[in-house]
């Protein structure tokens, strides 16, 4: 339950939705309250699993708020992620072992799918494979007038991930197009409505001013040679799916 308390986005989801998480200072207030659900359960994941901390019940968390709340598929016992392998994500007392050894490789694998299929959309000339994809799997669809999440119980969690993302990036293109961000170091998504580059964040800006020592909304964020960052999230050449 403590990785519960520790998800940042969720906080923003508070009745009437006017008190932004301080996480995300600049999380868009567009359209309708689904799919800023979507958005925040896509940031959620990025958040929950770029320490590397996460554990198999912190995962069934995430995937009970995120996505079983919200209709987009029912409870899962068995999350995959082809070819790194599958987790259960309620394993028994003897299964649990196996599960905690499995789960970093599916976690690194997921993440670096949507980290690079999110900076392949901000990347010029922009591409949107994975929305295209999710729309072609059936993951996102129109249903009475709305983008909503639909992945098929085998979909693998990366593609679970990418199609929360989709809905909200479908429901208003252009304004992704303008305003997201993703960090090059450690694959964050913000957004800015002047962005001076796309691929930083306020713990790593670009490399003109990353020598300087910034306040943020963390606190002061140190020179990105500092700043420890996960191994997963700088590799490149991952597939959307
Ligand atoms: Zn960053």
Not at 200 to 228: D, E
Request: contains cysteine.
């Amino acid at each position: 339950m403590t990785r519960r308390a520790s998800a940042g986005p969720s906080l923003a989801l508070a009745p009437l939705m006017t008190t932004p998480s301080p996480l995300h200072p600049t999380l868009p207030y567009f359209g309708g309250a689904s799919e800023r659900r979507a958005l925040l359960g896509g940031i959620s994941f990025l958040e929950l699993t770029e320490s590397g901390q996460i554990d198999v019940a912190g995962l069934a968390s995430w995937f009970d708020e995120h996505v079983v709340a919200t209709a987009c598929m029912p409870r899962l016992s068995v999350v995959l992620e082809p070819p790194a392998g599958s987790v259960a994500l309620r394993p028994g007392v003897g299964a649990a072992a196996r599960a905690a050894a499995d789960l970093p490789r599916i976690i690194t694998t997921s993440r670096t799918r949507v980290v690079d299929a999110l900076r392949g959309l901000i990347a010029s000339p922009s591409d949107d494979r994975f929305l295209r994809a999710s729309i072609f799997l059936g993951r996102v669809r129109r249903e009475e007038g709305r983008w909503v999440a639909r992945p098929e119980p085998t979909a693998p969690l990366s593609g679970i991930v990418l199609s929360l993302f989709a809905v909200a990036i479908l429901s208003d293109r252009a304004f992704y197009d303008r305003q997201m961000c993703v960090c090059d170091a450690c694959g964050r998504v913000s957004f800015d409505a002047q962005p001076t580059t796309r691929r930083a964040c306020p713990n790593h800006p670009t490399k003109t001013s990353q020598v300087s020592v910034r306040p943020t909304t963390r606190g002061f964020a140190a020179p990105r040679s500092l700043t420890p960052m996960p191994m997963s999230v700088r590799k490149t050449g991952g597939t959307p799916s």
